[in-house]
């Protein structure tokens, strides 16, 4: 909710899909693996993964398949996408990352705002030494410090506190559904970036991050 009189303090990233471009490698690696399984995928049913963890996305593509896969096989096949992944991601530098990130995060640094990025990536530590940024933010929540995913408001609470701010004085910024659901359950300014459908929950929608002013504005 935006409260036009408060200053905010606090800028807390997503990773995939609003500093760099991975949500595509993420869908990439679940095409792979959905069409050797002879799985239909489509990138409208990639929209409802983004934010939700490997094993809940995988649970999503298999409700299209008629067939049984145990618990080990599950374990199996997230594996598997993430050894694709994995092999994407390698190639990573800071050339990639999305357009108008290095600015604002140059711009909130100078003007004291305390950053922080919630991701629930197991990979989200490589990634990010992958795009030199492994030393910017004052705090990085990921999948190993939180218990529950997106839509639970945890990883930005997790976040806000590891940043020494209140929940009400951070904006949370994120490209999934269930990301901006988190945030506006954890009380922050909510901001979409990406496909409208998609995060047209959020207090303000962003195509993406070149043009920060209405973040900036809310300092
Ligand atoms: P991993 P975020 C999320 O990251 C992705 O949006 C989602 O598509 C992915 O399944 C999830 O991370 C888990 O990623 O398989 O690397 O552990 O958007 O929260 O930065
Ligand atoms: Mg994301």
Known sequence: MINKSVKHKGVIF????????????????WKKLADELNVYFDREINENLKGISRIESLEII???????FSEEEKYYLADKKNEYYKEMIKRMTPKDLLPGVV?????????????????????AKTVLSNLGLIETFDYIVDAEKIKNGKPD??????????ID????????????????????????????????????????VLKDLSDPLPILNLL
Do not use: Q, W
Not at 103 to 123: P, T, W
């Open 153 to 162: 408001p945890e990883i930005f609470l997790n976040a806000a506190a590891g």
């Open 103 to 123: 600015d604002l995060i140059k711009e909130l640094k100078d003007r004291g705002i305390k950053i922080a990025v919630a991701s629930v990536s197991k990979n």
């Open 14 to 29: 997503d990773l995939d899909g609003v500093i760099t471009d991975t949500a595509e490698y993420h869908y990439l690696a």
């Open 62 to 68: 298999l409700k299209k398949s008629d067939k049984f």
């Open 165 to 204: 701010v209140e929940p009400k004085l951070c904006i949370g910024i994120e490209d999934s559904k269930a990301g901006i659901e988190a945030i506006n359950r954890a009380g922050m300014v909510s901001i979409g970036v990406g496909n409208y459908e998609t995060v047209k929950g959020a207090d303000i």
